[in-house]
């Protein structure tokens, strides 16, 4: 069969050594005789998994002995939009606008109290991350979205607030070295960087919680989650046993400075030959391009058909933009290789000298 370049936005390209450890556990796991699909949540098995991911998560991060919990829970980013907002708005939050997912995450915050947003790049379809914007001290948490897949843009730096900062990482998080300390909570659903859909990963700040006076239902309160080690329901096992062999994937590559190290080779490939081959023009502002998703599109429309056919004979999937920007969109997430944006750049510039 073909090598497929997959430059789905998610989900998305996962190691190749992670798909065939854990394709070999669904058969058996840890010489269990049993799937790991069907073995118990609380088998000691699971809960090891589940322990070691969470611990992963905190080692990479740099956030071990720092206060923060770390959470494998269901229900997407979406459903983080939402927890947010229960656990930690009072009165008054502040949001910066930069996407679809940032203006979803203020809806449902809307539903708990006042929503400031501090400034938003809407009135350029969100290709630019707002700067130089103030967020009020009198706020309960400023929330922001640290990378827009759909937009192709991403936050290089976070202010310094007076107020828990909170941020949606769904699409970047492991991608790059932050201080991660700066943040109070930091949410991700694991289909980007980590695993299959179906788990999200919560860091949280264990001092920021139960500020609140209203009475918060048990699967939306952290405490609860945190209480329990993220087993207050059953967990989806299969996809945090995944998460958890990327994250070993990852540690044993070096960690986030190596990943950092990688992905930036891959956007400066991609961005080079956007900037340089007349067919194409990028979409993002280019002090705001992300490393994650590179969103572009061709000069001439007439030449379409001709590019698709070439994508498709070079075995590159996924590359469609979203339709709210139109275009191409290469998401380079972790997993992906060089050689696979590398393929990318020679049919685009296979174009160039056809056209």
């Not at 991700?188 to 006076?213: F, H, R, S, Y």
């Not at 967990?235 to 990327?246: G, K, N, Q, R």
Request: contains cysteine; proline residues 3%.
């Amino acid at each position: 069969m073909k090598k497929k370049h997959n430059f789905s936005a998610g989900p998305c390209i996962l190691p190749q050594e992670v798909f065939q450890e854990s394709s070999q556990a669904i058969l058996d796991f840890n010489n269990s005789g049993l799937s790991i699909l069907e073995i118990s949540h609380r088998s000691k098995d699971f809960v090891d998994v589940m322990e070691e991911a969470r611990n992963l998560a905190l080692e990479l991060l740099g956030l071990e002995g720092k206060g923060y919990k770390a959470l494998f829970l269901q229900g997407g980013a979406s459903t983080q939009f939402l927890m947010t907002a229960y656990n930690l708005l009072q009165n008054k939050a502040a949001y910066l606008n930069t996407g679809t997912w940032s203006s979803k995450a203020i809806k449902e915050a809307k539903l708990f109290g006042e929503v400031l947003e501090v400034a938003s790049s809407k009135d350029q379809n969100f290709n630019y991350i707002p700067k130089g914007y103030t967020v009020p001290k009198d706020v309960d948490y400023f929330h922001c979205t640290s990378n827009n897949t759909i937009f192709g843009t991403q936050m290089k730096s976070f202010p310094d607030v007076d107020v828990p900062l909170v941020c949606d990482m769904s699409s970047d998080i492991f991608s790059r070295q932050l201080d991660f300390s700066k943040f109070d909570l930091i949410y991700a659903g694991a289909q980007k960087n980590m695993g299959p859909a179906g788990t999200t990963l919560i860091i949280v700040k264990e001092d920021i919680l139960g500020k609140v006076n209203r009475e918060i239902p048990s699967m939306m309160d952290y405490t609860v989650h945190i209480g329990k080690s993220s087993m207050f329901n059953t967990p989806a096992v299969f996809p945090v046993y995944v998460s958890m062999l990327t994250l070993r994937w990852l540690k044993n590559l070096g960690g986030i400075d190596k990943i950092q190290e990688q992905n930036e080779k891959k956007a400066k490939l991609i961005y080079s030959e956007i900037d340089i081959n007349p067919l194409f023009k990028g979409f993002a502002e280019k002090e705001d391009r992300s490393t994650m998703n590179a969103t572009f599109s061709l000069v001439n429309g007439d030449l379409t058909e001709t590019f698709n056919a070439m994508l498709a004979e070079a075995g590159i999937n996924g590359l469609n933009g979203h339709r709210s920007v139109g275009g191409y969109r290469a998401s380079m997430y972790n997993a992906m290789a060089k050689d696979s944006v590398s393929t990318l750049v020679e049919v685009m510039s296979d174009l160039e000298r056809k056209a």
